[in-house]
């Protein structure tokens, strides 16, 4: 099974400032078959990027994608109000198709 | 607009099992692809398995293989998650989630469903 570890933890940032969060993968994730969610407090995750660049319909384009075999980055080039969330990744390159742990973007 | 519109909570019995269903409307159900995750309280989302709807192929993450069942009903558009044997440890919020094949990726698992809680306790 490919383990995902995403890092930081938590990422404490301001409105305005940019926001890395890394996915690192345990193995390779064959065709860049990863995939990015945003999740509130008690709400389904939302996609923001499948296939590690791709955004998805309705995505701002502050939100990107980038990388390819293990590592993988999201990127939110000014983070706005509405961003302060959890971001998790999945592979579905390989059954199961893991997700990580979660980067949680705080209000600093 | 596409909908997904998931049963409500259930609470379960120590060895029982529960079905959960998944109503969807506004997209090519047929030519879709529906994944199960579930979420315990304050953890992380965890894969279950999908369904390839159009020929009923599945694939089920190995932890859930013995348990689960996933399948689909083409004429009402609706896609269901059954899990038997349950156990406390499958408290949790369960979602289902739709990739419209058509319009994109397979795999890009764009609309989702509320969740349902299942509770498991005795």
């Known amino acids: 099974e490919i383990v995902l570890t995403q890092s930081p933890g938590t990422l404490s940032l301001s409105p305005g400032e940019r926001a890395t969060l890394s996915c690192r993968a345990s193995?390779?994730?064959?065709?860049?078959?990863l995939a990015w969610y945003q999740q509130k407090p008690s709400q389904a995750p939302r996609l923001l990027i499948y296939g590690a660049s791709s955004r998805a319909t309705g995505i701002p384009d502050r939100f990107s994608g980038s990388g390819s075999g293990t590592d993988f980055t999201l990127t939110i080039s000014r983070v706005e109000p509405e961003d302060f969330a959890v971001y998790y990744c999945?592979?579905?390159?390989?059954?199961?198709?893991?997700f990580g742990g979660g980067t949680k973007v705080e209000i600093k | 607009q596409v909908q997904l519109v998931q049963s409500g909570p259930e609470v379960k019995k120590p060895g029982t099992s529960v079905k959960v269903s998944c109503k969807t409307s506004g997209f090519s159900f047929s030519r879709s692809t529906v994944q199960w995750v579930r979420q315990a309280r304050g953890q992380r989302l965890e894969w279950i398995g999908w369904i390839v709807v159009g020929s009923g192929n599945t694939n089920y993450a190995q932890k859930f293989q013995e348990r689960v069942t996933i399948t689909r009903d083409m004429s009402t558009s609706t896609a269901y998650m059954e899990l038997s044997s349950l156990r406390s440890e499958d408290t949790a919020v369960y979602y289902c989630?739709?990739?419209?094949?058509?319009?994109?990726?397979?795999?890009?698992?764009?609309?989702w469903g509320q969740g349902t809680l299942v509770t498991v306790s005795s």
């Open positions: 989630a739709a990739a419209d094949c058509s319009t994109t990726s397979c795999y890009a698992f764009d609309y």
């Open positions: 193995q390779s994730v064959s065709s860049s078959y």
């Open positions: 999945q592979q579905y390159g390989s059954s199961p198709h893991t």
